[in-house]
């Protein structure tokens, strides 16, 4: 478990319940941005702050022993931006987050522009699958099995990859502009540890 990392719950689809189950426990804490709530019960997490205009929470919901509520009804600001926000403020640059996808397009859209906004502040890692993450300038190493696909795509107008390994299609000291190229590249060795 990492002491600064928080896992933020979103109000969207969340595909692979398993998955996240077990990022939580890797994370110190599980904030809901209100009704993300609604997947904390099914998944049976028990929540540190729920926070946003409660406009989303369940109806019906546990009594969450030492969870926070914290009412926000900012209305120049998503429960996205404000779990973002919180967790900036209380120093927790890492932050791993699930239900961001699906539900209306709107939501869907403002959800990856505050990615992007927010990524030159704090490392993101979107654990639902598809897993996607959003890294900051430096060598990165990740995990992949062989035949595993892989999309190197930029965050903000463009930049510039120094090489890569492992990869069908290798890129070296280029530059990714936003769109289309770094699509769906294929892992052509695998990275995971090997079993004992």
Request: glycine share 8%.
């Amino acid at each position: 478990m990492n002491r600064n990392r928080l896992l933020i719950l979103l109000n969207g689809e969340i595909r692979k319940p398993r998955t996240v189950r077990r990022a939580a426990r890797e994370c110190a804490a599980v904030i809901c941005a209100d009704g993300g709530a609604r997947h904390a019960i099914a998944l049976g997490l028990k929540p540190r702050v729920i926070l946003g205009d409660m406009d989303s929470l369940p109806a019906r919901r546990p009594r969450w022993r030492d969870a926070v509520f914290l009412c926000d009804f900012d209305t120049e600001r998503s429960d996205f931006e404000k779990a973002l926000r919180f967790a900036l403020e209380r120093g927790h640059e890492d932050v791993w987050i699930a239900g961001a996808l699906g539900g209306a397009m709107d939501h869907l859209m403002v959800n990856l522009a505050l990615a992007e906004r927010y990524s030159a502040k704090m490392r993101m890692r979107f654990v639902d699958e598809p897993e996607a993450r959003i890294l900051r300038p430096g060598p990165h190493r990740i995990r992949l099995k062989k035949g595993g696909r892989i999309s190197l795509l930029a965050i903000g107008e463009r930049c510039r990859v120094g090489s890569t390994r492992g990869l069908l299609f290798a890129l070296k000291n280029e530059w990714i502009e936003r769109g289309s190229r770094g699509l769906a590249n294929i892992a052509t060795a695998s990275t995971l540890p090997r079993k004992p």
